[in-house]
């Protein structure tokens, strides 16, 4: 008779896409074996991986659908980004927080610029790109069509960019930017930014005319 699993064990899919994620976020692609993920993960050997992957870009892949599949989500549900009451951004940290490998391995998989993942990173990460710009499209900042590119390109840096660098920003903050508090911080500061950011065009300009009067 098979042993019955445990209510609180994770399946072994999930073990193995924890185990990548946190790999592939450290080295990329090239840099990790499916041998080391797999002994991560606590199989047997790399077989045993192969029964639910079919290969490392299969198990790859799996890593970044999991991951930006939520995110995706998120931004669609933005109805109202420029508004600090949209819960959105909050949502967005604590998710972020929750998962400090994945903003890395979203960045890394930018600099494993390679044939095999051009395309798969492509698309996987151009939905969100393209649903940002659409969500970004609806708002009635001063910014100009041209420039919502840009804009959102901004904006991906503003959020993602302090969880993908939270090591580097831990040694010259005074707090650890992990910390409940120093979130909480950056949340409020993110919903601010982006308030302004996408804000009327009048409330933008207003401080820079009054600054001549």
């Not at 592939?24 to 199989?43: H, N, P």
């Not at 999991?66 to 600090?84: K, Y």
């Amino acid at each position: 008779m098979k042993a019955r699993r445990s209510s609180g064990a994770r399946p072994t899919r999930d073990m193995i896409l924890d185990a990548a994620e946190r790999r592939f976020a450290e080295r990329g692609f090239a840099g990790v074996s499916v041998r080391e993920i797999a002994a991560d993960a606590g199989l047997k050997n790399q077989a045993s991986l192969y029964h639910h992957f079919k290969n490392k870009k299969a198990l790859y892949e799996s890593v970044l659908t999991r991951g930006l599949g939520p995110i995706i989500d998120m931004v669609a549900t933005s109805v109202t980004p420029g508004d600090v009451s949209d819960p959105v951004l909050d949502r967005m940290v604590d998710y972020l927080a929750a998962r400090p490998h994945l903003p890395r391995l979203i960045q890394r998989a930018g600099l494993d610029d390679t044939k095999v993942l051009r395309s798969t990173v492509s698309k996987l990460l151009g939905p969100l790109y393209t649903i940002g710009l659409r969500v970004l499209a609806g708002t009635s900042g001063a910014w100009q069509p041209s420039e919502m590119p840009h804009l959102a390109a901004g904006l991906y840096h503003l959020i993602f960019g302090y969880f993908a660098n939270a090591g580097l920003l831990e040694t010259v903050l005074p707090d650890d930017p992990r910390s409940p508090a120093a979130l909480a911080r950056q949340s409020q500061f993110l919903k601010t930014a982006v308030a302004r950011l996408l804000g009327p065009a009048e409330a933008q300009t207003r401080p820079a005319r009054a600054a001549k009067s």
